[in-house]
């Protein structure tokens, strides 16, 4: 563990693109997107791609990808609703059509890859929702009878059925999503975004902070360090970096999460832990671990000790946690021991923008002339393109099937202001904990925080 990189293994590897050079001094756009992860270069593509003359432009303040969506599992879901369970709980009525949304969604993802030639590993191979408890095994049960119900491709596996496809003495049982998964390589996902974006025109300057978004004569005024943007139109897609429109604030918390990357695998090793069909796999407590192969075979493992840091401070040495780290490798040892000795070579952490419902909310600005989306709670690979058309459909004015959504319309629960608000996610944390202690019973505090619709995800 001490040899290990203190950095994400994604964005170390070779082929990384140059950044772009940053603004210097002022320009124009019909759309200025402030943010190249997933959200913003999303946006810019789907952009340009319905309107070819539109002039769309990109500021970010780091590099492309540098953030949550170059240090994340690489898990592309089709869910728009942090999963099935979620998504009955809070939008009952709509999960036929989220789930239609969704597939559509993965879809065109696939299609994207494909049509712009991004090399990022692109593999549809599904998830496994593996139980390691009894209760979590109750759970899934249910759950996949339900998911199956609605027309999920879903497959129940039993101990041995599971254990098939990969090798554990911790599981009990799984059920695998056969086609709402893909995995990719996130770090290179981003980088091809923003080349496909490059060559259909939009401008991208890198390593340019926007410092604050006013009213102009012709739209609104991004000012940076040493210019400025004037756009008629402006997406918000800065994820937990947020700062720059104060209602976000009562609605995200930056919570950041952990990884751990071994070395490649032996074809031995590999074979004694089996994975042929190279799925996704995440486990079923409240405290949840994901993990996955990557195409050099090493393994990604990570989740588990998601830590808010008092007062919502996001700094770069909150990326780098030993007390995690240790945590995660003792699980990785107990779910995996016929892989004793195996090596992590990297390690690292990020900020994920966290909301009461976990999936992401919408909304406009600046009287409808900034949109923005945003509280993806980590499972935003695949939804942060639904959300760019989401925010394009707002900014558009008119209607559509995707703003009529009461996903779109409704907000999250906000969290209590500060420093309410750490006590309040301190308790929580302490509370799902002893619930995977105790047969994943909730206690007062959690079914309190359920019956209102606010939570705490792992």
Request: charge should be neutral; proline fraction near 5%; aromatic fraction near 10%.
């Amino acid at each position: 563990m001490k040899d290990a990189l203190p950095e994400p293994y994604w964005l170390t590897q070779a082929g990384a693109p140059a950044p772009a050079e940053p603004l210097n001094g002022p320009t124009t756009a019909d759309l200025a997107v402030v943010g190249a992860g997933y959200s913003g270069l999303w946006t810019a593509l789907i952009a340009k791609e319905r309107d070819p003359s539109l002039d769309v432009v990109v500021v970010e303040a780091g590099t492309a990808g540098w953030a949550a969506s170059g240090r994340n599992g690489g898990f592309c879901a089709a869910s728009l609703t942090h999963g099935f369970d979620n998504g009955v709980a809070r939008f009952p009525d709509e999960m036929p059509q989220l789930l239609r949304l969704g597939r559509e969604n993965l879809d065109e993802i696939a299609s994207t890859v494909d049509r712009y030639k991004i090399d990022c590993d692109f593999r549809r191979t599904g998830e496994l929702h593996v139980a390691t408890e009894e209760w979590q095994w109750r759970d899934l049960v249910a759950g996949c009878a339900a998911e199956a119900a609605l027309g999920l491709d879903v497959e129940l596996l039993d101990r041995d059925s599971v254990r098939a496809e990969v090798d554990s003495p911790t599981y009990l049982g799984a059920v695998w999503d056969r086609t709402g998964c893909a995995m990719v390589d996130p770090a290179r996902l981003a980088w091809g975004l923003r080349e496909a974006c490059l060559s259909l025109g939009v401008r991208i300057y890198e390593n340019t902070k926007v410092e604050r978004i006013s009213s102009a004569r012709a739209g609104l005024f991004l000012q940076t360090w040493r210019g400025g943007v004037s756009a008629r139109r402006v997406v918000l897609a800065t994820g937990a970096h947020g700062r720059l429109l104060k209602r976000l604030q009562q609605f995200v918390v930056p919570v950041y999460d952990y990884a751990l990357m071994t070395e490649p695998l032996s074809s031995s090793q590999l074979a004694a832990i089996g994975w042929r069909n190279r799925q996704g796999i995440g486990d079923s407590a409240n405290q949840f671990h994901y993990y996955r192969l990557t195409a050099d075979n090493r393994i990604l493992w990570g989740g588990y000790d998601a830590v808010y840091f008092n007062g919502g401070r996001i700094t770069p040495a909150q990326d780098q946690r030993e007390a995690t780290f240790e945590v995660l490798a003792d699980h990785f040892a107990a779910t995996f021991p016929q892989l004793d000795g195996l090596r992590f070579t990297h390690k690292w952490g990020g900020v994920i923008d966290c909301c009461s419902r976990f999936s992401a909310f919408f909304g406009t600005a600046h009287g409808g002339r900034l949109a923005y989306a945003a509280g993806y709670t980590g499972l935003g690979v695949g939804a942060t393109r639904f959300g760019a058309k989401v925010m394009l459909d707002l900014l558009g004015g008119r209607p559509t099937e995707l703003t009529s959504l009461k996903m779109v319309r409704a907000k999250p629960v906000p969290f209590p202001p500060e420093p309410v608000r750490s006590g309040v996610i301190q308790l929580t944390r302490w509370s799902i904990a002893r619930a995977d202690r105790h047969q994943g019973r909730r206690n007062l505090w959690l079914r309190t925080l359920d019956a209102m619709g606010l939570g705490f995800d792992s």
